[in-house]
């Protein structure tokens, strides 16, 4: 990758607030932002990205075969991913749940009201699974309505063809923004958590170096909001106390990683820290950071990360 001179990054081009093109070809959101967070903390250039645009069914295929460096697509850690797809998930970068969305008109309050119903969901993922088990589980017959991706499941839940859609709670936050916002019914994501969804970037099994990279570029991210370090103020920190030192690679401190002393410095400046990140992109879709399991572990949340020394 440090002779290409690119990161080639595992992406999607299609869900807003994480990874989708814009009008002008590119690529915006939560996950691309952590494509360009790597590029910074290895290259020094978060520019240097090379995005892949993949489908659901072809990501791991991209990864095994060298295709991409790493994957950043909306991915749950799951044990037979860990184990029979030759990935290795590196440090989770938002913790997510699934979740059950429908028209707010429909009345439906709970699962048991979706007895016999049309449901959309994405063939091939967690999702379908975990809603064929907690629907098997608790007795409620349903009909499961597939399509190749989360964005087609949309196009047809809003076309009619089913009485509810189900995805991650962060996605089903991003179709409520978009089919209210374009002018279509009030819609309600129920309030039961269906599952626990940890996302976050994806290597490839055997290249220890490489994952230690990228896991401690995601993590760079987090520490410097701890310290209260920003794009705005890092660029004039210094180091008042040993731990902070470290982290700005001040008298050249190498822990071993693979990465330029100042790549933490490199990774905020460019790109930002963590609450930084998601606040720009998840945020304005009604996604709120403040007591959420995606706050910093000293407010109550889980974003919590080994000390950097």
Not at 121 to 127: I, K, L, Y
């Amino acid at each position: 990758m440090k002779a290409r001179g690119t990161l080639r990054c595992g992406a999607r081009d299609a869900l807003p607030g994480f990874n989708f093109l814009t009008p002008a070809g590119d690529h915006e959101g939560f996950d691309a932002d952590f494509c360009r967070v790597i590029a910074a903390a290895v290259l020094g250039d978060a520019a240097a990205v090379e995005f892949v645009d993949l489908t659901t069914t072809d990501r791991f295929t991209a990864l095994q075969s060298g295709e991409i460096d790493v994957l950043v697509r909306n991915t749950t850690f799951t044990a037979s991913r860990d184990g029979k797809e030759a990935a290795n998930f590196v440090y989770t970068t938002i913790y997510d749940g699934q979740g059950v969305m429908i028209p707010t008109a429909s009345g439906v309050t709970e699962l048991e009201d979706l007895a016999d119903a049309n449901i959309c969901v994405a063939q091939g993922t967690t999702t379908e699974l975990n809603l064929a088990d907690v629907m098997r589980t608790r007795g409620i017959p349903f009909n499961a309505v597939t399509f190749g991706e989360s964005s087609d499941a949309r196009t047809g839940y809003v076309a009619g063809q089913c009485e509810a859609l189900t995805g991650d709670k962060s996605a089903l936050a991003v179709y409520k923004f978009e089919i209210e916002r374009n002018g279509g019914d009030p819609q309600t994501i129920l309030p039961e958590t269906l599952s626990k969804e940890p996302l976050g970037p994806v290597v490839l099994d055997g290249d220890t170096e490489w994952a230690q990279a990228v896991q401690w570029a995601v993590m760079a991210t987090i520490q410097a909001w701890e310290f209260g370090l920003d794009s705005g103020n890092i660029d004039s920190a210094a180091g008042t106390n040993p731990a902070l030192a470290r982290f700005l690679g001040e008298d050249g401190f190498d822990p071993g990683l693979g990465l330029p002393s100042d790549f933490a410095v490199q990774v905020v400046s460019q790109v930002g820290n963590y609450e930084e990140i998601y606040r720009r992109h998840l945020e304005p879709l009604g996604l709120p950071l403040e007591g959420s399991v995606n706050d910093l572990w000293t407010a109550g949340g889980l974003m919590y990360v080994p000390p950097y020394r």
